[in-house]
């Protein structure tokens, strides 16, 4: 049996180290209790915050899920910095189009005799 309150056996201590990893957010004492309490363990917020192994359990856990927090972090600026790099390439390319169709609007101008500082310009009035 753990030191601390003699009423706690080994049983409760698992149970509520259960309870806190079962957590998806950061296990609060407050919350931990209230979990606790729904599973039938008896103890108040106080008697739980001071057991070494619930303490251990929850720093944990909460070490667990800023981890998990930071992987996902990373994979969205992952995943934006893809992105930015296919938008980038879809850019290229399409600048590579419109270059192309402006040479060959440049050719055929050439082909059919029209002066190249009239193009882009309005038509005169006849």
């Known amino acids: ?21 079962k957590f998806r957010t950061k296990p609060t004492w407050k919350e931990i ?18 057991k070494q192994p619930i303490q251990a359990a929850r720093s944990a856990r909460i070490a667990q899920l800023k981890a998990k927090d930071n992987n ?9 910095k893809a992105q930015e790099a296919k938008d980038l390439t879809t850019l ?4 590579k189009m419109f270059a192309d169709h402006i040479e060959r609007l440049h050719q ?11 193009i882009g310009r309005p038509r005169q009035p006849r």
Do not use: C, F, W
Not at 34 to 48: D, F, N, S
Not at 92 to 95: F, I
Not at 108 to 115: E, F, K, M, V
């Open 1 to 21: 049996m753990s030191k601390g309150n003699p009423n706690m056996s080994d049983q409760d201590i698992s149970a509520v180290i259960d309870i806190i990893n």
């Open 33 to 50: 209790h209230k979990r606790a309490q729904k599973a039938g363990i008896p103890y108040g917020e106080i008697a739980l915050s001071r």
């Open 72 to 80: 996902n972090q990373k994979k969205q600026e992952n995943i934006a």
């Open 92 to 95: 290229s390319l399409e600048n």
């Open 108 to 118: 055929l101008a050439i082909n059919h005799g029209i002066p190249l500082e009239t």
